[in-house]
């Protein structure tokens, strides 16, 4: 059975850090790209941040040079360092795990962060 959880989501102000993780079971890890997305409450989910299989990494302009996508395929988890947080990064972030052109595509549950003085 395929999981994804992630962790590290949480309260921090304006200016903050965090680091979120999502752990990988089930699926060969570093046959996979893995992205991370986040939903803002009424709007869309968006990608954040994506690296594939190969390492090679790509972000969204809104968090360019703030976040950091990484991923430890020892340890079959990958990262996202959140620097510099804004009140609009407010939103619920989830981890996907895809091989492109295949049926394979997972989701975690997500984790929420909350950018708030």
């Known amino acids: 059975q395929v999981q994804l959880v992630e962790s590290g989501g949480g309260l921090v102000q304006p200016g903050g850090s965090l680091r979120l993780s999502c752990a990988a079971s089930g699926i060969i890890f570093s046959r996979y790209g893995m992205d991370w997305y986040r939903q803002a409450p009424g709007k869309q989910r968006e990608l954040v941040a994506t690296?594939?299989?190969?390492?090679?990494?790509n972000y969204a302009d809104s968090v360019k040079g703030r976040f950091t996508i990484s991923r430890d395929n020892a340890k079959s988890t990958v990262y996202l360092q959140m620097n510099s947080l804004k009140p609009e990064d407010t939103a619920v972030y989830y981890c996907n795990a895809h091989i492109i052109g295949t049926h394979y595509n997972y989701w975690g549950q997500g984790t929420q962060v909350t950018v708030s003085s």
């Open positions: 690296i594939t299989s190969a390492g090679s990494t």
